[in-house]
């Protein structure tokens, strides 16, 4: 039985509104577009969605609202965010030179731990060798301390952040917060819907998330002057009132195809038929893996009323270990992937920025131990029992 890593759910439904596309002549900047970000708003209760061609590329307009650059000093612009994520949610503080200041997370969700947020905010609000320490090794002799601007969450595997007392932070030292809902779309956190949580959030679309444009995100916010800089930055920087080749600030081309938002709309549609068949073979797997010594199932914490079940990470305990498993996985043609390496010990971070094993210890072990599983809404329950009978009999 072959079964892939993750899958999109697609029907005649989606592939009809992708054709009637064809038919029209507008093919970007359309009413699909507007259409598709209404929806989309709707279901985060914000006032306002802003479709962009990549989650990567609302992240990055939302550093960009948030206010962070470069400024006179060295370091820079600085943002707390996790080291437990997908890379592009410290990547997209680095487009504006801003510095990720990575804060370790809670071990039984992998979500920011707002008691280590709240004490680095304090000392980065204070300044001197108490907030050195959270700088990066690299950066740790420089000749300032930076200026802390933002918080950035990330809501992982689809289960919301702990995102009050990360907001009461941030009220206290005046901060924005980004919350990266990338994996999370229709969550909810105490009965309020991820993205809109904080100042600014962030959807994405690619394949493997709960729906899918092919590429694409959504950036999602109550402030008015906000929906307008979104859409400035997204159309190279014209402002609504510019004549078209006039160009009012810096701006990207992160827009969003007529085709894309088609595509989305159609998903969006079907968004909790979607989410209830994760949530089914979320629980298939719960009760298949429960006499597994050796796996710790996911954990969803009680504030998160509502599960979005982006992927399903299991936890590889001794005797076994992780590579082990996944390799043997593997030879039996059973797909599954660690994540998240963390972003730290990424070449890249390591080399600009001199981190080392050991500076998250609680980022580190999930990163250890994290494997995902063949996971989407189109798994049956045949290719579930295979993979679990796969894992039993290892
Ligand atoms: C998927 C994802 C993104 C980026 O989305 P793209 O659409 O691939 O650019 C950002 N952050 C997290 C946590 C993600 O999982």
Not at 88 to 104: H, K, T
Not at 173 to 191: F, P, Q, R, T
Not at 253 to 281: H, I, T
Request: with cysteine.
């Amino acid at each position: 039985m072959i079964v892939p890593m993750s899958s999109p759910d697609l029907t005649a439904a989606e592939r009809d509104a992708v054709a009637q596309v064809l038919n029209t002549t507008h093919l970007s900047i359309g009413p699909r577009l507007d259409a598709f970000e209404r929806v989309a708003a709707a279901a985060a209760g914000a006032a306002h969605g802003v479709g962009v061609n990549s989650g990567t590329s609302g992240l990055h307009l939302a550093v960009i609202a948030a206010g962070v650059d470069k400024g006179e000093r060295n370091p820079c612009d600085l943002v707390i965010t996790t080291p437990f994520s997908f890379v592009a949610s410290a990547n997209c503080i680095l487009y504006e030179r801003g510095v990720p200041i990575f804060v370790d997370v809670d071990p039984r969700t992998g979500n920011i731990d707002p008691a280590l947020v709240a004490t680095a905010a304090a000392d980065l609000a204070h300044g001197g060798p108490a907030a050195r320490r959270w700088l990066p090794p690299a950066l740790r002799d420089g000749g300032s301390d930076g200026r802390l601007r933002a918080i950035l969450p990330v809501d992982a595997f689809g289960q919301p952040a702990d995102m009050d007392p990360l907001c009461a932070t941030a009220r206290q030292h005046d901060l924005i917060v980004i919350e990266d809902s990338c994996e999370a779309l229709g969550a909810e956190y105490k009965g309020r819907p991820a993205g809109s949580l904080g100042d600014v959030g962030v959807f994405a679309f690619y394949p493997n998330k709960q729906i899918t444009t092919g590429e694409g995100g959504m950036i999602v916010t109550q402030r008015d002057d906000w929906a307008e800089l979104f859409r400035s930055l997204r159309n190279q920087g014209r402002d609504v009132f510019d004549a078209w080749l006039n160009h009012t600030r810096l701006g990207y081309n992160y827009r969003l195809d007529e085709l894309s938002a088609a595509l989305g709309l159609a998903q969006m549609a079907r968004l909790d038929k979607l989410l209830a068949k994760r949530a089914q073979v979320a629980a298939w797997y719960h009760e298949r893996l429960a006499d597994i010594d050796w796996i710790e199932r996911p954990w969803v914490a009680p504030e998160t009323t509502r599960m979005s079940w982006f992927v399903y990470v299991v936890r590889i305990r001794p005797p076994m270990e992780r590579d082990d498993v996944m390799a043997r996985l593997g030879e039996h043609g059973v797909p599954s992937r660690p994540y998240f390496t963390p972003i730290h010990l990424q070449p890249f971070y390591r080399r600009q920025f001199g981190y080392h094993v050991g500076d998250f210890p609680v980022t580190e072990e999930l990163g250890r131990v994290s494997l995902a599983l063949p996971f989407s809404s189109v798994m049956t329950l045949d290719q579930v029992d295979a993979v679990c009978e796969r894992l039993r009999t290892l």
